[in-house]
């Protein structure tokens, strides 16, 4: 799938980037809390995988997550590091003009 933004102007192209960044951060920081409330709840565990880094990597592999992405979302997930859901949430305000 091709998007087009050619036809934008600078100031939009700027623009939306930003927005574009701000968005990806905040669903990463959504990504890592989902990740840990499964590994809470060992939900893996019924789905036939040993850890919830073989659960990653069978399961969401397939919707293009790669192995070392995976141990890094796993890693993160957990919830001894709660604060990282909210830096990263929070990273998208320090990337402005």
């Known amino acids: ?3 087009h933004v ?6 939009v192209l700027l623009r939306d980037l930003g927005a574009l960044l701000e ?12 990740i840990a409330e499964v590994d809470l709840r060992r939900l893996y565990v019924p789905e036939g995988y040993p850890s ?3 659960y990653c ?9 790669r192995r070392l ?4 979302g796993c890693t993160c997930g957990r919830r001894r590091f709660p604060v990282l859901f909210e830096a ?3 990273a998208a305000c320090t990337w402005q003009r």
């Open 1 to 3: 799938m091709r998007v």
């Open 6 to 11: 050619d036809h934008l102007s600078d100031a």
């Open 23 to 34: 968005r990806e951060r905040s669903t990463t920081a959504e990504l890592l809390a989902h």
């Open 52 to 54: 919830m880094f073989e």
């Open 57 to 65: 990597v069978g399961e969401l592999a397939p919707l293009r997550r």
């Open 69 to 72: 992405q995976a141990h890094h």
């Open 88 to 90: 990263v949430a929070k």
